[in-house]
């Protein structure tokens, strides 16, 4: 009877993201396995003694880099404050940083420059949220805001009449 020869390197695959697990036969008659570990940037060989660790860790990474989280760990110390004040910044609003950072992007090249804020700002001071309200308060306020404006009584009586 033959016996099936294993295949490797096996792939560990998560999304789009693979993971290679060596099998290495030493000299010694010893065989060990290897993860091939990129989540610092660089690739690096992690070894284990048995088979079902080192699938274990190809899993784990291959989930880590899918996910995105060897990104934010790869940070520099100043890098990952900014991050983290990016984050407590948006809270509030709930909007995810890649969306905000894709807007900002897409507004300054719209803008031609870095007038964000001026351009909400005045965007704002025309845009003023409307409350619905009676005619009859509405001719008041405007009388009312037309007698402190000083126009004259002539006018102010014909804006009264009409």
Known sequence: MKTRKEKWPRTVSVGNVKVRVYRVERATGYTSFQVANSTSGRRRLESFANE??????????ARQLSSGEVTAAGF?????????????????????????????????????????????????????KV???????????????????????????DLRSR
């Open 131 to 157: 409350t619905p309200k009676p005619v009859g308060e509405a001719v008041q306020e405007f009388l009312e805001q037309r007698k402190r404006d000083g126009v004259k009584q002539r006018t102010y009586d």
């Open 76 to 128: 520099r110390n100043g890098d990952a404050a900014s991050y983290g004040r990016a984050i407590e910044l948006l809270r509030p609003t709930g909007s995810p940083l890649e969306i905000v950072a894709a807007n900002y992007a897409k507004a300054c090249e719209v803008l031609g420059s870095d007038l964000i804020v001026e351009a909400a700002r005045y965007y704002a001071a025309r845009h003023q």
């Open 52 to 61: 079902r660790e080192a699938m274990n860790r190809a899993v784990q990474i």
